[in-house]
């Protein structure tokens, strides 16, 4: 029995706010972390992640950037860690050759500059002039405009992301440390597991205004329900025409609210669906345990270029990221899944969703997760408090 699809309600618009490249900003005013209060309504939303007009702006910054060259390429980014996911992410913002130079970092050196070299050689066949190095350190990567930290620990069968974290936190602090040292005026990009906490954990470490950390995974979570969700309607349903979001924790506590959810304008319900939902929780343990050896790489390296790509365009769209709470759902404090306008220095603003009440507790419930989790981490590090930047 196929899921049912409710009576189509209008659907909200999608819009691409301007094309352009990365201009160039001016001189970031300081390191400030405050967030301004609620400034009324956003411009409309932006596809493939659809949301309402509204939410509260973070105030901008500007990363550090060179003279636009006249290819249309500028800036520069830095991928930190040459595993798979690094390999991937790195591969999707070379093809995208809209950056002068990417720089592969990996505390093995030749590993770094071997993928560099095999990415080079793809420039021909896939078009793009983008220069590619590998390098051992950040700081022999140099300044950079975006910064994506993939490096730490990989899941195995039988693991959580939350078995990750002391050591994986202890990567992920070191290298915001230097990369706040490296490059200051950078949008740092975490991608390692645990998402949330990490992401929080490279806040604090950096010392970066909250706009400019930022943490994938409800970009990644939400292609996985869509891809999912497609063929449990239609045979033939395509899954970039699923309107979704993933927010919450990247985790056990992940919410997909259905409210939102519909497939061509037509919102999606049935049991199916709700089996849809419980698959996606477990999408990376289910790669996981069949790779064996490893963990999912290629759809989150895609997510992470995706993200990158989305603010170094400046294009205002709207993706689900675990950002800093500003008090939007009533979440304050702590990094967790919510739908963000990126722009090219970052988070622009949270976009407020109507969402039901069930949705809405369940979203309040996945942050509170996050925060005991949180707690723990530096009984675990054998450190002070953590959570907040200096």
């Known amino acids: 029995m196929k899921p049912a699809l409710v009576p189509a309600r209008a659907a909200p618009r999608a819009t691409v706010i301007g094309s352009d490249p990365l201009r160039l900003p001016a001189p970031d005013p300081g390191p400030g972390r405050a967030l301004l209060p609620v400034l009324g309504p956003l411009l409309g939303?932006?596809?493939?992640?659809?949301?309402?007009?509204?939410?509260?702006?973070?105030?901008?910054?500007?990363?550090?950037?060179?003279?636009?060259?006249?290819?249309?390429?500028?800036?520069?980014?830095?991928?930190?860690g040459a595993g798979h996911v690094g390999m991937i992410t790195a591969l999707r913002l070379a093809d995208a050759d809209l950056f002068?130079?990417?720089?592969?970092?990996d505390v093995d050196e030749g590993r770094a500059a071997g993928v560099a070299l095999d990415l080079t050689h793809t420039a021909a066949l896939s078009g793009f002039a983008t220069r590619i190095r590998g390098v051992g350190s950040v700081e022999a990567a140099g300044p950079a405009d975006y910064v994506v930290i993939t490096a730490g620990r990989a899941r195995q069968p039988g693991m959580n992301r939350a078995d990750l974290i002391s050591t994986n936190a202890a990567i992920v602090g070191e290298l915001s440390r230097r990369v706040a040292a490296t490059s200051p005026h950078a949008v740092l990009l975490v991608?390692?597991?645990?998402?949330?906490?990490?992401?929080q954990h490279a806040w604090a470490t950096s010392g970066f205004p909250a706009r400019r950390v930022i943490g994938m995974a409800g970009v990644l979570d939400t292609a996985r329900f869509q891809a999912l969700a497609a063929p449990t309607v239609s045979a033939t349903a395509r899954p970039d025409r699923v309107s979704a979001w993933a927010l919450g924790s990247h985790g056990e506590e992940m919410v997909v609210p259905l409210s939102?959810?519909?497939?061509?304008?037509?919102?999606l319900a049935g049991p199916e669906i709700d089996a849809v939902v419980t698959r996606t929780r477990g999408s990376g343990a289910e790669v996981v345990g069949l790779l064996r050896t490893g963990s999912a790489f290629l759809a989150p390296g895609t997510s992470a270029a995706r993200m990158v790509l989305a603010m170094a365009r400046d294009t205002g769209e709207v993706m689900p990221a675990a950002v800093l709470a500003d008090g939007s759902y009533g979440i304050r404090d702590v990094y967790v899944g919510l739908p963000a306008r990126l722009g090219r220095d970052g988070v622009a603003g949270i976009v407020e969703l109507p969402l039901p009440p069930a949705e809405l507790t369940a979203l309040r419930r996945a942050?509170?997760?996050?925060?005991?989790?949180?707690?723990?981490?530096?009984?675990?590090?054998?450190?002070?408090s953590i959570g907040t930047a200096s």
Do not use: C, H, K
Not at 191 to 199: I, R
Not at 367 to 384: F, N, Q, S, V
């Open 45 to 80: 939303p932006v596809a493939p992640f659809v949301g309402p007009p509204s939410g509260a702006l973070y105030r901008r910054g500007a990363p550090v950037t060179g003279p636009r060259e006249p290819t249309g390429r500028t800036g520069r980014v830095v991928v930190i």
């Open 100 to 105: 002068t130079e990417l720089v592969l970092v």
């Open 191 to 199: 991608v390692t597991n645990p998402l949330d906490e990490m992401t």
């Open 260 to 267: 939102q959810a519909s497939l061509d304008g037509r919102p």
């Open 367 to 384: 942050a509170e997760r996050i925060r005991e989790r949180l707690a723990g981490l530096p009984t675990l590090l054998g450190t002070g």
